[in-house]
């Protein structure tokens, strides 16, 4: 039975494993620590579901079972020698390999013409707002992050995500201009279209 890597938090799950042996409690808990819920959706029903499938293709294994006080029994898991050849392949696909991807907001700009320009402006304002108060929160988390001694490379995802977030916020404000201005190519037959 092979495995397939469609779940970016199998990736994290192997990822912290190589670490060291855990439980899934202390999974989520490292994880929401180093803000990976910020590219890794987290939720305990997954994290659950994604540790079972792990375990079954014998990429990690039971090492232990801790038991403190009247909580319930906690499966400590660590990394199996086939789950590290795993992780390792599945990184270098993933960071060398260019793959398609289907964003959200590439689908709904890819039909703005339905919209008369004006709402389309509105909207795209509206996002710019949006994109750059998430600039502002990252850059604050950055520089907390930094602040806590941890080198760039515990958090170099969020500077990726910095420099997404920048060139898209540089395209909203060309977008937004060449709406304003009329000089986004076909915007005469867009606002015909609408009038």
């Known amino acids: 039975m092979t495995f397939k890597r469609t779940n970016p938090l199998a990736l994290a799950v192997l990822a912290l494993l190589a670490e060291r042996p855990m439980h899934p409690y202390e999974m989520a808990q490292t994880m929401r620590e180093r803000h990976q819920e910020e590219v890794i959706k987290l939720n305990y029903g997954s994290l659950y579901t994604v ?8 990429l990690i294994a039971a090492s232990a079972v801790q038991k403190a006080g009247n909580r319930p029994e906690r ?3 660590s990394v199996t ?3 590290t050849t795993e992780l390792r392949d599945w990184l270098r696909e993933l960071i060398a390999v260019p793959a398609r991807e289907y964003p959200r907001f590439e689908a709904g700009i890819s ?7 004006p709402d389309a402006l509105d909207l795209v304002r509206q996002r710019e707002a949006a994109v750059a108060e998430q600039l502002t929160a990252l850059a604050v988390l950055l520089e907390r992050l930094a602040g806590m001694g941890l080198p760039q490379l515990a958090w170099i995802e969020l500077d990726y995500r910095m420099a997404m977030l920048r060139a898209e916020r540089a395209w909203l404000s060309w977008f937004a201009a060449a709406v304003h201005d009329g000089t986004v190519g076909g915007y005469d037959t867009w606002e015909e279209r609408h009038r």
């Open 51 to 58: 540790v079972d499938s792990l375990h079954r293709h014998e």
């Open 75 to 77: 499966t400590v898991y």
């Open 81 to 83: 020698d086939a789950g």
């Open 111 to 117: 039909m703005v013409g339905l919209l008369p320009p």
